[in-house]
């Protein structure tokens, strides 16, 4: 399901060139067997908020599977752990950074511990500080563990052994870990009037339900299986290194997305310049979901066996720059002479955002959401003001 206001893409990815030595976060782990932990976590726009200790200290994490092990700069003061190096990192929008790496000596989440896990060290500390947190656990220190989602309880399973949980072979597919730090990635089949099968990263960091990588559109598009809804140059969304540089972006809707035998109907789609497709945490709002990292498993229990997410679209995007509001992207091309990418956004209705916490952008306010139609109020790049009306017209 796409989300017409700012969206926030948290995945991290190592990136090398092939002349460099591959250096992998999957080290370290935990000596225990047969754990089994429940963790409360916090939802927070779709962020998975949970509580781990570190030397006797409770900090707050985002569990996010498309990403590494993270901690802010402040934690990282606090704890003055051994640094072994700076490695590349590529962000959800491709834009690479290096980072430092540190040895976490000991994290514990639940009643599990895991011991002496690479972690990388954020050098922006703007997403972090806006929900409250002190960095991500991610796939690389869960890589041997069982990990099952459940959004009704909010509640994380944490287990080795699969004996332990309620788990249902004919709703579950092979999971494929990447060797640097094991992003968990699954093949789900996407049908139109053609038919094909994409590999999505699961990815609890990234809002939303569907991104599609523009390599796998270039790709998929010749199959005939995504129905064009709108085309437009936009600009990039905020990830952990920065905002996307400005790309054409697609707005699709794929008939039937099947995912261990659930059917989802109408699935909206924005093409991403990532190179890896995703499937987001939106997906937790329809099943519980297991990560069988240990075993290499993927598992998806339904509440319903079939989906159907048709909606309708506004026009334009909402994103963010320069901690103000303002147009992302104009879908519409009738709209063009009207609104430019780029507009600031100074009122929706007579909620004024002129002056707005960019922090709320984020973890708060929704600035479209549960509407059909708004009056918006814009300020273009000569500061002229202007009123236009809107509604949910793409579908």
Not at 170 to 194: C, E, H, M, W, Y
């Amino acid at each position: 399901m796409i989300k017409t206001y700012f969206l926030l893409l948290f995945s991290l990815i190592v990136s090398y060139s092939y002349s460099q030595e591959i250096f992998t976060l999957n080290q370290g782990g935990t000596d225990q067997k047969a754990y089994f932990s429940e963790v409360n976590y916090e939802s927070v726009r779709d962020k998975i908020i949970v509580k781990a200790i570190i030397n006797g200290k409770n900090y707050r994490f985002i569990v996010d599977t498309g990403a590494p092990n993270m901690i802010t700069k402040k934690v990282f003061e606090a704890l003055n752990p051994t640094i072994l190096k700076k490695i590349p990192i590529a962000d959800a929008n491709n834009k690479t950074d290096s980072l430092t790496v540190v040895l976490l000596s000991e994290i514990k989440l639940g009643n599990v511990t895991f011991n002496n896990i690479p972690t990388l060290v954020a050098e922006d500390t703007f997403i972090f500080d806006c929900h409250e947190v002190d960095g991500f656990i991610g796939s690389n220190m869960l890589r041997n563990t069982i990990v099952r989602f459940s959004s009704k309880d909010h509640k994380i399973i944490l287990t080795d052994e699969t004996i332990q949980l309620p788990l249902n072979k004919n709703q579950r597919s092979d999971l494929i870990l990447t060797p640097a730090q094991s992003s968990p990635f699954l093949t789900t089949t996407v049908k139109g009037k053609g038919k094909g099968k994409i590999e999505l990263l699961f990815d609890t960091g990234m809002e939303g339900m569907f991104d599609l990588a523009l390599k796998h559109y270039a790709i998929l598009e010749k199959e005939n299986i995504f129905d064009e809804l709108a085309k437009s140059n936009g600009q990039g969304l905020l990830g952990l290194n920065g905002l996307g540089n400005d790309t054409i972006q697609h707005l699709l809707r794929v008939p039937e997305l099947t995912i261990n035998g659930t059917l989802f109907k109408n699935v909206s789609i924005q093409t991403t310049p990532n190179l890896n497709s995703r499937i987001g945490a939106n997906l937790l709002k329809y099943g519980i979901v297991t990560v069988d990292y240990k075993n290499k498993k993927f598992y998806f229990e339904p509440f319903d066996t079939t989906v159907d997410l048709l909606e309708k679209h506004f026009p334009i995007t909402i994103s963010i720059k320069k901690n103000k509001a303002v147009i992302g992207t104009v879908w519409d091309e009738k709209l063009k002479d009207e609104i430019s990418q780029g507009d600031e956004l100074l009122a929706v209705d007579d909620m004024n955002y002129e002056d707005i916490n960019p922090c709320d952008l984020i973890t708060k306010t929704k600035i479209l959401e549960g509407k059909t139609q708004v009056t918006l109020t814009l300020k273009n790049s000569k500061g002229l003001l202007k009123k236009i009306f809107i509604s949910k017209s793409i579908q």
